[in-house]
């Protein structure tokens, strides 16, 4: 009986023991807590903002990165330099075109052929080419003084070039009539044979709608620089 009396006196003492320890730790209160947040409704997430999709070509920025400054784009720049070289060069050759006296040799040239044309009764012209018609960006006009040998309307004519190769294009008639022009087919002939500013060509009218063209080239170095002149000897 007496021991049965001292193991419930320990057990009530071990229980008082661990009820003081817990409220030193407070461990009910915290409970509470996590019960009563457990309960409170949730706050709902804010919504991420969308963020615009790239573009065909665009590199999709990862969202770490994406409030970091932009990058430079070495690869933009040397290409950009690239075209600067092209654009260099292009000018170099077209807009800067032959010297003086390149041009006075090929216009000399071209003058001579003209008259021998004119000797034998044959109407011709020479026209220098200057850069928009050395680019392919503009119809050739004619001179002013060739025009009484053309129609007053527009008509289909035919260059041909010293190697007997046909061009079809059409010779444009101004609305007051006071100019003609090669307009359509004319940028096909000015790339087939590589004009450039300064070049100098002789339209020789061998039919009333057919031009025989001889070209002269401003440029010494033209690998083509071809010239027929005996062909008229022949005639």
């Known amino acids: ?17 661990n009820r003081r320890k817990l409220d030193e730790l407070r461990l009910h209160h915290l409970s509470a807590a996590v019960r009563e947040a457990a309960a409170r409704p949730r706050p709902k997430p804010k919504p991420r903002p969308k963020r615009k ?18 990058q430079p784009n070495y690869l933009k720049g040397a ?5 600067e070289e092209v654009y260099a ?54 001179p002013t003084h ?10 289909a004519v035919v260059l041909v070039n010293e190697a007997d190769v046909e061009f079809k294009m059409l010779c444009s008639a101004s609305k007051q009539g006071r100019h003609r022009y090669l307009s359509k087919g004319w940028r096909e002939f000015a790339v087939h044979h590589d004009l450039e500013n300064g070049d100098c060509l002789v339209f020789h009218l061998i ?20 010239t027929s002149d005996d062909s008229e000897d022949e005639q």
């Not at 065909?56 to 400054?69: I, K």
């Not at 850069?131 to 119809?139: D, E, G, L, T, Y």
């Open 207 to 226: 039919e009333s709608a057919m031009f025989k063209v001889y070209i002269f080239r401003a440029n010494p170095d033209y690998e083509s620089d071809q």
């Open 89 to 142: 060069a292009y000018d170099a050759r077209i807009w800067k075109g032959p010297t003086d006296e390149q041009r006075a040799a090929a216009v000399a040239k071209a003058e001579e052929l003209r008259r021998r044309i004119h000797r034998i009764r044959r109407p011709a012209f020479v026209k220098t080419m200057t850069h928009v018609c050395a680019s392919r960006a503009k119809p050739m006009m004619i």
């Open 79 to 83: 290409q950009q330099r690239d075209y």
């Open 1 to 17: 009986m007496a021991e049965s009396n001292s193991y419930e006196e320990q057990r009530r003492r071990q229980v008082e023991e």
């Open 146 to 155: 060739f025009i009484e040998h053309l129609p007053a309307h527009d008509e």
């Open 53 to 70: 999709a790239p573009g065909p070509g665009e590199l999709r920025r990862s969202g770490r990165v994406a409030g970091l400054p932009e």
